[in-house]
T-cell receptor, first 111, second 113 residues
Framework: QKEVEQDPGPLSVPEGAIVSLNCTYSNSAFQYFMWYRQYSRKGPELLMYTYSSGNKEDGRFTAQVDKSSKYISLFIRDSQPSDSATYLCAMSAARDDKIIFGKGTRLHILP | DGGITQSPKYLFRKEGQNVTLSCEQNLNHDAMYWYRQDPGQGLRLIYYSQIVNDFQKGDIAEGYSVSREKKESFPLTVTSAQKNPTAFYLC????????????FGNGTRLTVT
């Protein structure tokens, strides 16, 4: 079982819809969770950073962590064509310096 | 404006030649990283450095070398020993390297023919 699993997509949704992106993981030691957005031929940019379980909201973005299920989600409300990108989840454990990335989900928002 | 600068954006080399990719940051971050990104493979860690004059191998270090002589700079050399060097290379930095989120440059696309 891979440490971090993420559906590669592509995921196509109409403009204005709520988008749900997810990752599952196997290492129960992970405590730090991140979501990055990557546009084509650009570097990833940090969207959300959370510690342990719970929700965090920033504008149209909400990150959710469920440690009991080893499942994290990113919700995008009122999706826009400019949200079309690849979304990478990432996580790390308290005792480890390395950040483990999912392979990314390609998202297309249809005008 | 603080950030990470990778140059050049595109690089072309002949097989058998070594090539060095530049990465400079003015964020005053302690830790710096090199990742390789291939389609369908996600991000794979090549090398990382948490302090000047010290660095560690990542998951795919074979065929690569780095140096960290200055806090701001972390160049990556792709040697002729790297079997499949054509890829998108990303440099990143973080404040402390301990669970701090990464800040990425915009990458260098290396093509070796």
């Amino acid at each position: 079982q891979k440490e971090v699993e993420q559906d590669p997509g592509p995921l196509s949704v109409p403009e204005g819809a709520i988008v749900s992106l997810n990752c599952t993981y196997s290492n129960s030691a992970f405590q730090y969770f991140m979501w990055y957005r990557q546009y084509s031929r650009k570097g990833p940019e940090l969207l959300m950073y959370t510690y342990s379980s719970g929700n965090k909201e920033d504008g149209r973005f909400t990150a959710q962590v469920d440690k009991s299920s080893k499942y994290i989600s990113l919700f995008i409300r009122d999706s826009q064509p400019s949200d079309s990108a690849t979304y990478l989840c990432a996580m790390s454990a308290a005792r480890d310096d390395k950040i483990i990335f999912g392979k990314g989900t390609r998202l297309h928002i249809l005008p | 404006d603080g950030g990470i600068t990778q140059s050049p954006k595109y690089l072309f080399r002949k097989e058998g030649q070594n090539v060095t990719l530049s990465c400079e940051q003015n964020l005053n971050h302690d830790a710096m990283y090199w990742y390789r990104q291939d389609p369908g493979q996600g991000l794979r860690l090549i090398y990382y450095s948490q302090i000047v004059n010290d660095f560690q191998k990542g998951d795919i270090a074979e065929g690569y070398s780095v140096s960290r002589e200055k806090k701001e700079s972390f160049p990556l050399t792709v040697t002729s020993a790297q079997k499949n060097p054509t890829a998108f290379y990303l440099c990143a930095s973080s404040i402390s390297g301990k669970h701090s989120p990464l800040h990425f440059g915009n990458g260098t696309r290396l093509t070796v023919t």
